[in-house]
C-alpha cells in the first residue's frame, strides 16, 4: 500500500509542479498550448513507464514468493528425512549402551553384595 500512496503522490506532485510551470511562464496562447500538450504526453509516458515497471516489480515478488515456499517445502521435508535416517542409525549404538549401562550396574550390584560395608 505504501508504494501505491507514493506513487499517487509523486504523479499528483508532477501534474501540479507541471502545470503551475507552464500557467506562470509568460507566453503567447499557441506556446502555451503547444507546452502543455508536449508536457502531457511526456507525463503520460512517465506514467506508462512507471506503471509498466511496478508490474514488473510485482510480478518478479510473486515469482520470488512462490520460488521460496517451493524452497522452503522442500528443505522442511529433506530436514525430516535426515533426522529420521539419524533415529534410525543411532538406534543399534542406543540399545548397547543401555546394555552395557544396565551390565555395570549389575556388577556394582554384586559387587556392593560381596564386599562388605566398612563399620565405623
Do not use: H, Y
Request: hydrophobic share 40%; aromatic share 2%; net charge negative.
Amino acid at each position: 500500500m505504501k508504494a501505491k500512496s507514493l506513487l499517487i503522490g509523486f504523479l499528483t506532485g508532477t501534474v501540479v509542479a507541471g502545470a503551475a510551470t507552464l500557467l506562470s511562464a509568460p507566453s503567447s496562447g499557441k506556446d502555451l498550448r503547444t507546452r502543455i500538450k508536449t508536457n502531457t504526453e511526456e507525463i503520460k509516458a512517465t506514467i506508462d513507464e512507471l506503471k509498466a515497471k511496478l508490474l514488473n516489480i510485482k510480478d518478479d515478488t510473486m515469482e520470488a514468493t512462490q520460488i521460496s515456499k517451493e524452497t522452503v517445502k522442500t528443505f522442511i521435508s529433506d530436514v525430516q528425512v535426515v533426522i529420521e535416517n539419524w533415529k534410525q542409525e543411532i538406534e543399534p549404538n542406543k540399545t548397547e549402551l543401555l546394555k552395557n549401562v544396565q551390565e555395570i550396574e549389575d556388577s556394582l550390584k554384586e559387587l556392593e553384595t560381596v564386599i562388605p560395608s566398612p563399620k565405623n
